[in-house]
């Protein structure tokens, strides 16, 4: 079974600087997809951004992006130039792909990331 | 377009009721999957329907129950409720599950079990 894991129950940055949350997950899969997703105080989960684990180039979105090493099984995710609306809690989920083709996700334990001004 | 819709926001319930929860997806959209988040346990996979089938189940008990409509709407079920229920339930559409499809979450409903 696939697992998802996030050491870092939470983070703090200043605001306009840099953070990496860190995400580490186990499968036996070769073809799956990895996801950062936000989560306000609000609740509504926001896609953040997607990896999909055939694509050696990492996955950029504006302000963030993510450093994917598929061999060390390490997703972790850059926040540059950070804002007040960043504060929220961030999930790293995983999705298989191929024979396992389902819309289910595993989640990490998410990390809370507060900015402060 | 309208976001994945989940009804209702909040509901407090006494324990050994039953409750229905109620997912509309984004139009056009097959696929809806159902999460259970609480503090203890984070985010947990309940169940995932795609075209009124259950396509993928998670480690939860028989009193969870779910299904799809026609019209892609799910809804989930609990019945026998018990403290331990008390969480956030999320639902996530996606078109058509797989292949790079993107999941879209609801807000949630906010179970509290008394």
């Known amino acids: 079974a696939q697992t998802v894991t996030q050491s870092q129950p939470e983070m703090s940055v200043q605001e306009a600087e840099t953070v990496t949350l860190s995400c580490t997950y186990d499968?036996?899969?070769?073809?799956?997809?990895l996801f950062w997703y936000k989560q306000p105080p609000s609740r509504q989960m926001i896609l953040v951004i997607r990896q999909e684990a055939y694509k050696q180039q990492n996955a950029t979105e504006n302000r963030f992006s993510v450093n994917f090493q598929k061999a060390a099984k390490s997703f972790s995710l850059k926040i540059s130039d950070s804002q007040l609306g960043d504060a929220a809690m961030y999930f790293c989920?995983?999705?298989?792909?191929?024979?396992?083709?389902?819309?289910?996700?595993?989640f990490g334990q998410g990390t809370t990331l507060q900015v402060k001004p | 377009k309208a976001g994945v819709t989940q009804t209702p926001r909040y509901l407090i319930k006494t324990r050994g009721q039953q409750v229905t929860l109620s997912c509309s997806p984004i139009?056009?959209?097959?696929?809806v999957s159902w999460y259970q988040q609480t503090p203890g346990q984070g985010l947990q996979f309940l169940f995932e329907?795609?075209?009124?089938?259950?396509?993928n189940k998670g480690n939860f008990p028989g009193r969870f129950s779910g299904r799809q409509f026609s019209n892609s709407r799910s809804e989930m079920n609990v019945s026998t409720l018990e403290l331990g229920d008390s969480a956030l339930y999320l639902c996530a559409s996606s078109r058509n599950g797989g292949t790079n499809a993107e999941a879209f979450f609801g807000q949630g409903t906010r179970l509290t079990v008394v």
């Open positions: 499968t036996s899969e070769s073809d799956y997809y």
């Open positions: 989920a995983y999705r298989s792909h191929g024979s396992g083709n389902t819309g289910k996700l595993i």
């Open positions: 329907y795609f075209s009124e089938t259950q396509r």
């Open positions: 139009s056009g959209h097959r696929s």
